[in-house]
Nanobody
Framework: QLQASGGGLVQPGGSLRLSCADR????????MDWYRQAPGKQRVWVAG???????NYLDSVKGRFTISGDISANTVYLQMNSLNSEDTGVYYC??????????WGQGTQVTVSS
């Protein structure tokens, strides 16, 4: 239902911009978040935006990642700068509606390697 895109292979120190779009016209989203899952590890929250609140970030990405978007249009982006190997993983976007239901989509692979 939510399609993430923009991943790829990038060298350490490089940048990528991820996009997430709603392909099924989800109704009444109130928040959108990015998660990532490194190989062999659990999925973890990375960044999020919600209506009327400032963006929030995982400590390890603060100052390097910027989340932006338009929740009313069910669209969110993640600008990732100064990437390092620990940022490698599959990135997923998540939407949460006013009834606290979660929507996930296919992820996009980000690989940081020289």
């Amino acid at each position: 239902q939510l399609q993430a895109s923009g991943g790829g292979l990038v060298q350490p120190g490089g940048s990528l911009r991820l996009s997430c779009a709603d392909r099924s016209n989800i109704f009444s989203l109130k928040a959108m978040d990015w998660y990532r899952q490194a190989p062999g590890k659990q999925r973890v929250w990375v960044a999020g935006i919600s209506s009327g609140s400032a963006p929030n970030y995982l400590d390890s990405v603060k100052g390097r990642f910027t989340i932006s978007g338009d929740i009313s249009a069910n669209t969110v982006y993640l600008q990732m700068n100064s990437l390092n190997s620990e940022d490698t993983g599959v990135y997923y976007c998540n939407g949460r509606d006013i009834w606290e239901r979660n929507y996930w989509g296919q992820g996009t692979q980000v690989t940081v390697s020289s």
